[in-house]
């Protein structure tokens, strides 16, 4: 089958770093998305990797290793805004979005 | 660019009556609609997908008969949930794309529509 794994919650400080992991097994790779989303409202896009490597965004980066079938979403200088669900998301070899669970992270003052 | 209008953002009826949910790309042409719905604290859970002119997909699990899809134009599709009871309360979601799933690196969202059933 196919699955997407991400921490269900992490907690960070204002003005630290965090960086969320994403552990995917699927049926072929086109890509790998990361989402913000805060509660009650609908996803926005953060990033998109489909080379390995890393790619960086202003204060958000994200790390692709397709050997591997890791990434993850490196976010500096943490701010309260940035409290949130990240979700992580793979296209498989049929174009077919598979979305792990998001991973809400809690920012503390 | 990449404009979605998602209406209504929120609605409240009684158990037994129909609800339709509108999606528009304001600027661009959306050959396929991805319907998405989202229970609290999950993960967005695709519903069906549809292209334009063609009936939708559905997903396992998911009632054709129940939510029903239309996608007649390219820049308009609703997402019609028939009898809704309170199990069908939750958050809709959807996600236009154009020219084609393959070509997209930006998935564009809807605002949302989060339906709650008396």
């Known amino acids: 089958g196919q699955n997407i794994d991400q921490p269900t919650e992490m907690t960070a400080t204002e003005g630290a770093i965090v960086q969320i992991n994403c552990t995917y097994q699927?049926?072929?790779?086109?890509?790998l998305f990361w989402y913000q989303q805060h509660a009650g409202e609908a996803p926005t896009f953060l990033s998109y990797n489909v080379l390995d490597g890393l790619e960086e965004k202003g204060r958000f980066s994200s790390f692709l290793s397709r050997s591997k079938g890791y990434s993850y979403l490196l976010l500096k200088e943490l701010q309260m805004k940035d409290s949130a669900s990240y979700l992580c998301?793979?296209?498989?070899?049929?174009?077919?979005?598979?979305w792990g669970a998001g991973t809400k992270l809690i920012i503390k003052p | 660019g990449a404009v979605v209008s998602q209406h209504p953002s929120w609605v409240i009826c009684k158990s037994g009556t129909s609800v339709k949910i509108e999606c528009r790309s304001l600027?661009?042409?959306?050959?396929?609609m991805f319907w998405y719905r989202q229970f609290p604290k999950q993960s967005l859970m695709l519903m069906a997908t549809?292209?334009?002119?063609?009936?939708?997909?559905?997903e396992q699990g998911v009632e054709k008969d129940k939510f029903l899809i239309n996608h007649a134009s390219l820049t308009l599709s609703t997402l019609t949930v028939t009898s809704a009871h309170p199990e069908d309360s939750s958050f809709y979601i959807c996600?236009?794309?154009?020219?084609?799933?393959?070509?997209?690196?930006?998935?564009?969202f809807g605002a949302g529509s989060r339906l709650t059933v008396l």
């Open positions: 549809s292209n334009e002119g063609s009936k939708a997909t559905y």
């Open positions: 600027d661009f042409q959306a050959t396929t």
């Open positions: 998301a793979v296209r498989d070899s049929n174009y077919q979005l598979i």
């Open positions: 699927t049926s072929g790779f086109n890509g």
């Open positions: 996600s236009p794309v154009a020219g084609g799933v393959s070509g997209a690196n930006v998935l564009t």
